[in-house]
């Protein structure tokens, strides 16, 4: 600030009071301030006024994976919706690991956001504890928990895929299978194994037909591996759900590998509505979720969150349901 004050012939003073939105400068001066912190190549140090005036102008989010479309056009819809108020977003990838979202957490916390978007409502204690405590507006996304920390912007990922197994028992399917992965890093696709398995048992089909294998993200080969165990174990099966498009894809190509006709022989469906899933042969059939406006309605109901803590007051707190639907293609 002390270069850039000798440059434009001003005290260092008139610089900050130039660099203030509302700061008492002339025009003429704060034009030839401005050249001067062009020039030099000046960025202005925001942390005292930080501290001094609680806004630190960006909110934090937390996504399971930066290679996933279907986050990816959730992180964009929050940009979208933020864009016109300001706040920058800092975004970080957990990879569906537990202990790298608590130290995400915490170091976006320690930076003093404004507010925090976060995916899912399953947490370990020690990030409830976080959330809970850090003062600032909290969304929760893609899921719709029993025990919100405070306003949510999601759907059921039970009642999604209990519905797209209604829908294929409907369509005269009565062996059907889920593939999904192992272990406990997705909770959504837990949730989602857990509404197959309420459909199967409400609908009096035969149980068990699970084959779980492969950690989160889950990927094409982790569908084709598994699509050959399902048919090992249960050559009968003549529909499988899968946790996800990109598991569903890789269960399809396998079958064309094996000669096993889709849908001739086992119908395939799978969850996100991913580009793959719409230009894949067949095309597949999916639940579509609108990832895009889970984030645009995210990052409105923050903005509105973060305003009303900058007028001295706290939101009540809301439930935004995103509804799904099942889009039917080829493959069943």
Same mark, same amino acid.
């Given at each position: 600030m002390t270069d850039v004050a000798k440059r434009a012939g001003?005290? &260092?003073?008139?610089?900050? $009071?130039? #660099?203030? =939105?509302d700061g008492a400068v002339s025009d003429k001066t704060r034009l030839r301030i401005l050249k001067a912190v062009d020039e030099l190549g000046y960025v202005l140090d925001q942390t005292a006024g930080t501290l001094s005036s609680k806004r630190s102008g960006?909110?934090? +989010?937390?996504?399971?994976? #930066?290679?996933?479309?279907?986050?990816?056009d959730t992180a $964009?819809?929050? @940009? $979208? =919706? *933020? @864009? !016109?108020s300001g706040l920058q977003l800092l975004l970080g990838a957990t990879d569906y690991v537990q202990e790298k979202e608590e130290r995400l957490a915490e170091a976006m916390l320690r930076r003093r956001p404004e507010g925090i978007i976060v995916t899912g409502g399953d947490h370990s204690p020690k990030l409830r504890r976080l959330l809970q405590g850090a003062g600032v507006p909290v969304v929760e996304t893609w899921d719709l928990p029993t025990d919100p920390i405070e306003h949510v912007v999601g759907f059921s990922n039970?009642? &999604?895929m209990r519905a797209l197994v209604h829908r294929l028992y409907q369509l005269g399917y009565r062996e059907?299978?889920? *593939?999904?992965?192992?272990? #406990?890093?997705?909770t959504r696709g837990a949730a989602r194994r857990a509404g197959y398995e309420a459909a199967v =048992?409400? #609908?009096? *089909?035969?149980?068990? $037909?699970?084959? =779980?294998?492969?950690? +989160?993200?889950?990927?094409?080969?982790?569908?084709?591996?598994?699509?050959? !165990?399902?048919? +090992?174990?249960?050559p009968g099966v003549d529909a499988v759900v899968c946790v996800s498009d990109l598991s569903a894809f890789g269960a399809m190509t396998e079958c064309q590998r094996r000669g096993w006709a889709v849908p001739g022989q086992i119908a395939i469906a799978g969850f996100g509505d991913f580009e793959v899933a719409r230009c894949c042969h067949p095309r597949l059939t999916t639940v579509s979720v609108d990832p895009m406006g889970i984030g645009m309605a995210a990052g409105a109901l923050l903005w509105r969150s973060i305003e009303a803590m900058r007028a001295g007051a706290r939101l009540a707190a809301e439930q935004h349901p995103i509804p799904y639907q099942i889009i039917e293609r080829e493959t069943t």
């Open positions: 001003v005290s &260092a003073m008139t610089v900050s $009071r130039a #660099l203030k =939105a960006f909110v934090a +989010a937390l996504i399971p994976s #930066l290679n996933n479309s279907n986050f990816s $964009r819809g929050m @940009e $979208r =919706a *933020l @864009e !016109q039970v009642g &999604a059907i299978g889920f *593939l999904g992965g192992a272990g #406990l890093r997705d =048992a409400e #609908l009096g *089909l035969p149980l068990g $037909r699970v084959i =779980a294998f492969g950690e +989160a993200p889950i990927s094409m080969d982790h569908g084709s591996i598994a699509m050959t !165990q399902m048919m +090992a174990h249960w």
